[in-house]
């Protein structure tokens, strides 16, 4: 089974840094706004081959039909603000509601695999840092989403962030299309 993983979020939060960081553990300072881009890793998660299809979003109109689409395909979504930007913290939300509603889901009945992933976690000190982690926790609580804090520079983290929404996947209602009596199919 292959995981459309699709990573969204505000720009240069560090979306791509940390697709390239998992896929090829590297990092680069400079940034490159029109990056949109697909990989495909294998990977090995508690002993089980995975292969993960990840879709590293960038410069989308919040509604594009463009957006629509990958959360329709997803099965699991990264969703990344930046530690030391605020606004970038309350795009979050209405990113998660938009996948629910592209769903056609509630967060009450149906727990779509989401993880919210604190990005630059390098950064952190009394004078930069502008979201608290607890507000992080509390926002992923609130929709039953998984969460970390990550830095794509030190490579904190990263790797991690596909493990758990890999897991997420594995335990949560989801049956492949394929797969009778779902509880909750959202694909
Ligand atoms: P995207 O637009 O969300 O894909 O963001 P990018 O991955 O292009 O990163 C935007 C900028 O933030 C670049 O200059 C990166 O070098 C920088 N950046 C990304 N991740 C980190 C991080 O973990 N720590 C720090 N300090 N900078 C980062």
């Known amino acids: 089974m292959e995981y459309k993983i699709a990573v969204l979020g505000s ?22 706004p029109t990056i949109e881009d697909a990989y495909k890793k294998h990977d090995e998660f508690e ?64 727990k779509i695999p989401i993880i919210i992933v604190g990005n630059k976690v390098d950064l952190d000190s009394p004078g930069e840092r502008a979201v608290p982690k607890e507000d992080g926790e509390k926002l992923a609580a609130q929709y039953g989403a998984r969460f970390l804090e990550c830095s794509a520079k030190t490579n904190v983290n990263i790797r991690e962030i596909f493990e758990q929404l890999v897991n997420f996947v594995d335990n949560s209602d989801f049956k492949h299309k394929s797969e009778k009596k779902s509880k909750c199919p959202f694909l």
């Open 47 to 110: 002993g089980k081959a995975r292969i993960l299809d990840i879709l590293d979003t960038a410069g989308m109109a919040e509604y594009s039909s463009l957006r629509t689409q990958y959360m329709e395909k997803g099965i699991g979504f990264v969703l990344v603000y930046s530690i030391i930007q605020l606004k970038t913290f309350q795009a979050i939300e209405p990113l998660i509601k938009q996948i629910y509603e592209v769903k056609q889901k509630e967060p009450a009945t149906c």
């Open 11 to 32: 720009a240069a939060v560090g979306k791509s840094s940390i697709v390239v960081r998992y896929i090829r553990d590297s990092f680069a300072e400079s940034y490159d």
